[in-house]
């Protein structure tokens, strides 16, 4: 899935997505680091991390769309070296950072 957060692009293997939501209100977490937005209802289960359910906010969803191996390109060694970063794709001339989302949510969420 490629997702626009700011001016850039990102994509996560789709097999990490339960599904997409509209925005919706949040109840803030005390003592929760700023980039946790808080808890949000759910059909009536709340999302939260931990073992259950991760939600991770996003500006846009851009598309959904498969890459083979050979269209992505490795990331650079030095932007490898403990980030959540696996590779680098392309998409209407731009480039798409590829994201291990479970590394960057541990990471964010520790």
């Known amino acids: 899935m490629v997702f626009r957060l700011g001016e850039r692009s990102y994509g996560i293997d789709l097999g990490s997505v339960r599904e997409i939501l509209r925005p919706r209100p949040a109840t803030r977490l005390p003592c929760a680091p700023a980039s946790v937005i808080g808890l949000v209802n759910v059909r009536g289960r709340i999302v939260e991390h931990g073992p259950k ?14 890459w083979e191996n050979d269209g992505l390109d490795a990331a650079p060694g030095e932007v490898q070296s403990g980030s959540a970063v696996r590779a680098l794709g392309t998409q209407d001339g731009g480039v798409v950072v590829v994201l291990d989302i479970h590394d960057l949510l541990s990471h964010v969420l520790a």
């Open 53 to 66: 359910l991760v939600g991770a906010a996003v500006d846009e969803v851009l598309e959904v769309q498969r």
